[in-house]
Structure formats: structure tokens, C-alpha cells
Nanobody, 121 residues
Framework: QVQLVESGGGLVRPGGSLRLSCAAS????????MGWYRQAPGKQRELVAV???????NYADSVKGRFTISRDNAKNTTYLQMNSLKLEDTAVYYC???????????????WGQGTQVTVSS
């Protein structure tokens, strides 16, 4: 059984910072891309940032220069450092990972349970 467990959400003032973590656990052969998505009330879930196991990263235009995604492959963990937070960053943030359970098997998308990030003055 594979699980993605997120942590690090909370309430922060505009201009503040938060660091989200997402750890994958279970019987895992390999992990491909790991990413963060978010969903604000009344809006669709959107990609925030994604990183490959080779270390390349992509970001939504709205967070470029403010957010940084990273990963520790030895710990099967990805992080999202969020700086200069804005009111519009308020959302539930979800971790996503493409996980291969066995060699030569296709990857499966797994999702975390979500962590609330609220930016408010």
C-alpha cells in the first residue's frame, strides 16, 4: 500500500513563507515525476510545480520566482518552499507522484490527502 503524506500547511500573512513536505511510503520500486497541485474554493485543481527524478522542474507562471520545488530521492520526499505568499495562494495543496511498484510495470499516479494553506492578513 503506497501513501503520500503531506505536512507543513497553515496560516500565514501575506509576504510570509511556508514549506510543504510530501513523503511517499510503502512498497515502491521507483518514483518518476513528483509535483504539487492546488485547488482554491470554486476553482479547478491546477498544477503548481513538478520535478522529475532527473532534477528538472517546471512551475506555474503565477508562482515562478516565489516557489521552489525540490526532492530527496533517498527519502522519497518532495518539498515546496513557498516565499512571498499572496492572498491568491490560498488553497488546498495536493502532492502527486508517479510511482512504479514493480520493475517493468507502468507508473501509477498517487495523490496525497491535501494540506490547507491560508494566506490572510
Amino acid at each position: 500500500q503506497v501513501q503520500l503524506v503531506e505536512s507543513g500547511g497553515g496560516l500565514v500573512r501575506p509576504g510570509g513563507s511556508l514549506r510543504l513536505s510530501c513523503a511517499a511510503s510503502g512498497t515502491i520500486f521507483s518514483i518518476g515525476a513528483m509535483g504539487w497541485y492546488r485547488q482554491a474554493p470554486g476553482k479547478q485543481r491546477e498544477l503548481v510545480a513538478v520535478t522529475t527524478n532527473a532534477g528538472s522542474s517546471n512551475y506555474a507562471d503565477s508562482v515562478k520566482g516565489r516557489f521552489t520545488i525540490s526532492r530527496d530521492n533517498a527519502k522519497n520526499t518532495t518539498y515546496l518552499q513557498m516565499n512571498s505568499l499572496k492572498l491568491e495562494d490560498t488553497a488546498v495543496y495536493y502532492c502527486n507522484a508517479a510511482i512504479r511498484l514493480r520493475r517493468l510495470r507502468p507508473s501509477i499516479d498517487y495523490w496525497g490527502q491535501g494540506t490547507q494553506v491560508t494566506v490572510s492578513s
